[in-house]
């Protein structure tokens, strides 16, 4: 399933018979390389920035993106904000091997305060964009039990929070299994 499962010295043939054998005598071999900050759905220039991003957009540029990535070398990328669910959908039509692409780690949504990092300029700021503004610690607990529920690998926020927010956020991802990063500014 496009996985190496073992290398070789020259001349061994101990291998199954149904393997799919792939001669790279005189060649170099790398591991897949990981690309553990992207957005996938985001909207880069000559695009207007007063563009509403929405889901269909997002995923037909994630799609092409993915594409390059493989193309480059990419085999795994996490991804840390992006439109609504795309990230979650692609996640699970890659591992399925329905369409080509590197393996997805997704955050889904980034967690912010108003005002706070990502909330500015023309991203949408709702349930279904790609970032989400919350204002209290029990804000921040339900946004990160909702990405964990839409299927996030990782949790990403951003400043500005409280101590008690982002303690909040931290410890209900951590009860959760996940890991968290963060966009901290200054803090």
Avoid at 29 to 35: A, C, E, F, R, Y
Avoid at 131 to 158: H, S
Avoid at 159 to 165: A, L, Q
Wanted: aromatic share 6%.
């Amino acid at each position: 399933r496009n996985r190496i499962t073992k290398v070789l010295a020259p001349n061994d043939t101990d291998w199954p018979r149904d393997a799919r054998v792939v001669d790279v005598s005189g060649k170099t071999v790398l591991p897949g390389l990981i690309d553990l900050h992207t957005h996938l759905s985001y909207f880069d220039p000559p695009y207007s920035t007063s563009e509403q991003p929405s889901d269909p957009d997002g995923t037909l540029r994630a799609v092409q993106r993915l594409r390059f990535f493989i193309e480059s070398g990419i085999t795994s990328v996490r991804d840390v904000a992006s439109e609504g669910d795309v990230t979650f959908r692609l996640k699970e039509w890659v591992g399925r091997n329905d369409i080509v692409g590197p393996r997805i780690f997704a955050a889904g949504q980034l967690i912010t305060a108003p005002g706070g990092h990502g909330s500015e300029g023309a991203l949408e700021v709702n349930s279904t964009g790609s970032i989400r503004t919350v204002t209290g610690a029990d804000q921040w607990r339900d946004a990160v039990r909702d990405m964990f529920r839409r299927g996030a690998d990782v949790i990403k926020i951003a400043s500005h929070f409280s101590v008690d927010e982002v303690k909040a956020a931290v410890d209900e991802a951590h009860a959760l299994g996940l890991k968290v990063t963060c966009d901290c500014e200054t803090f």
